[in-house]
C-alpha cells in the first residue's frame, strides 16, 4: 500500500512561512535540489491545497521551456517531473486546474485511503492547513521535514495544536552541504509499541 508523507521545509523555530507568506529563507541549492527532484519523481502523485497548487503551477510549467536567469540545471529538470506527475488539488473554490491536477472538494478518509490502495508510488502532501486536517484524520504515514538552519522569529506554524498524540521512529537523517537537515520520521503504529 502507498504511504502518504507530508513533505515540508521549515525553520529551525517551526515555522513553514513568515508572516507575509515569504518562503525567501529557504536555502534550497543544487545539492538539495537534486533531493527533492528524485523524491517528487518517485511518486505517485502530489496532495496540496489550492494556495501551494497555485504557486507551483505559477511557476512550474514553463519553468525548463522559459528559464529565468538563476535557474539551474535541478530547477529546468523538475518543471516536467512537475508537469507530468498526478496532482490532487483540495480547493472548495477552484474550479479547474491545469498540469495533470484532479481538483478535490474535502479530505474524505475513505478517499484517501482508497487512493493509498491503488497501484504507484507513494503519495507526498505539502501545505499547512492541508496536512493539518490529514493528521486530524490520521491519514499521514510519514514526515519528510527539512530542517533550514535559520530562525525567522514568525509566520506560520507547520504543526498546529491537536488534541491527539502520535509517535514516531526516527528512519533517517541527513545533513546537506548548505547546512539543512533532513528528517524522516515513520509512524509507529500503535500495535509495535
Known amino acids: 500500500m502507498r504511504k502518504v508523507i507530508l513533505m515540508m521545509s521549515i525553520s529551525l523555530d517551526g ?5 507575509n507568506r515569504e518562503i525567501d529563507w529557504h536555502m534550497v541549492d543544487e545539492e538539495l535540489h537534486r533531493y527533492f ?3 517528487v519523481r518517485n511518486m505517485g502523485g502530489l496532495l496540496s491545497g489550492r494556495v501551494t497548487h497555485q504557486l507551483m503551477a505559477d511557476f512550474w ?14 530547477m529546468v529538470e523538475f518543471a516536467g517531473i512537475w508537469r507530468d506527475i498526478p496532482k490532487y488539488v483540495f480547493s472548495r473554490t477552484l474550479e479547474h486546474a491545469d498540469w495533470n491536477t484532479t481538483v478535490v472538494r474535502e479530505v474524505v478518509p475513505e478517499e484517501i485511503r482508497a487512493l493509498k ?11 499547512a492547513e492541508l496536512a493539518a486536517e490529514f493528521m486530524r484524520h490520521d491519514l499521514i504515514d510519514e514526515f519528510h521535514l527539512c530542517v533550514h538552519p535559520v530562525l525567522i522569529g514568525r509566520g506560520r506554524r507547520l504543526f498546529h495544536e491537536a488534541d491527539s ?29
Not at 515555522?15 to 508572516?19: A, I, K, L, Q, T
Not at 525548463?64 to 540545471?73: R, V
Request: net charge negative; aromatic share 8%.
Open 15 to 19: 515555522y513553514f512561512e513568515g508572516p
Open 37 to 39: 527532484n528524485q523524491q
Open 61 to 74: 510549467p514553463t519553468a525548463d521551456t522559459d528559464p529565468g536567469p538563476d535557474s539551474s540545471e535541478a
Open 117 to 127: 490502495e491503488q497501484a504507484g508510488g507513494d503519495l507526498a502532501v505539502s501545505g
Open 165 to 193: 498524540f502520535t509517535h514516531l521512529r526516527l528512519a533517517e537523517s541527513r545533513t546537506f552541504g548548505n547546512g539543512v537537515v533532513l528528517l524522516r520520521y515513520e509512524r509507529v503504529s500503535s500495535d509495535s509499541q
